[in-house]
């Protein structure tokens, strides 16, 4: 099976703008979460989608949101790019919500400029 | 709430020698643990996972858990280190309520292994 990936797996963008990144699970995987990491932060979650409906939510801003399609894929938007919104976006699925064992994809380095 | 502990930000261990990576954890609940491993500019790889079964957990390449109610640790441990071995490994956290299960990182241990 192929594994968890995500589009682009570089961005480089500047302030004030907004970027939309996308993850597609592991075929059959229904759940999709997003987390940032950060150096000053280390890991954190963002949010959690399954069957198109957002089921869990970190704190984070409104700038952040995301939803999913009817195949499972997710997209993460941000709006209003901060500097400090540079970091390293993973994204991870697992078979149903709230299951234990996420399988991470290889993450979209994004650099707010 | 739940939170984990990672007790070394860094580790450093010649090849062929043991690997010993702390953790300790806190939750209200039952928790299901985790350790992940992180490669330079990779996303996370699961090593091992701890869900309430044996309270030593075999894992990929060698790794091992022990999963220590009373001292609330779930260490990573591997009797000899590769080079290949040297990363960034996450004690991973998370407990009920099921359906709105998040995953709570450590901050991370980085392993140096010195030829």
């Known amino acids: 099976k192929a594994g968890v990936t995500q589009t682009p797996r570089y961005l480089i963008k500047t302030r004030g703008q907004q970027v939309t990144l996308s993850c597609s699970p592991i075929?059959?995987?229904?759940?999709v979460s997003w987390y940032q990491q950060t150096p000053g932060q280390g890991l954190q979650f963002l949010f959690e989608?399954?069957?198109?409906?957002?089921?869990n939510k970190g704190n984070f801003p409104g700038r952040f949101s995301g939803r999913q399609f009817s195949n499972s894929r997710s997209e993460m938007n941000v709006s209003t790019l901060e500097l400090g919104d540079s970091a390293l976006y993973l994204c991870a699925s697992s078979l149903e919500t709230g299951a234990d064992t996420q399988y991470f994809g290889p993450g979209t380095r994004l650099t707010v400029l | 709430a739940q939170s984990v502990t990672q007790l070394d930000s860094h580790v450093s261990v010649s090849e062929g020698t043991p690997v010993l990576l702390r953790c300790n954890y806190s939750?209200?609940?039952?928790?299901?643990l985790f350790w992940y491993v992180q490669h330079p500019n990779k996303g996370l790889q699961l090593l091992l996972k701890y869900t309430s079964a044996a309270t030593l957990v075999k894992g990929i390449n060698g790794f091992e858990a022990e999963f220590k109610k009373s001292e609330t640790s779930f260490h990573l441990t591997k009797p000899s280190a590769h080079m290949s071995d040297a990363a960034e490994y996450f004690c991973v956290v998370t407990t009920p309520p099921t359906g709105r299960r998040a995953l709570t990182f450590g901050s991370g241990t980085r392993l140096q292994v010195q030829p």
């Open positions: 989608y399954f069957s198109e409906t957002q089921r």
């Open positions: 939750s209200s609940y039952s928790p299901s």
């Open positions: 075929s059959g995987h229904r759940s």
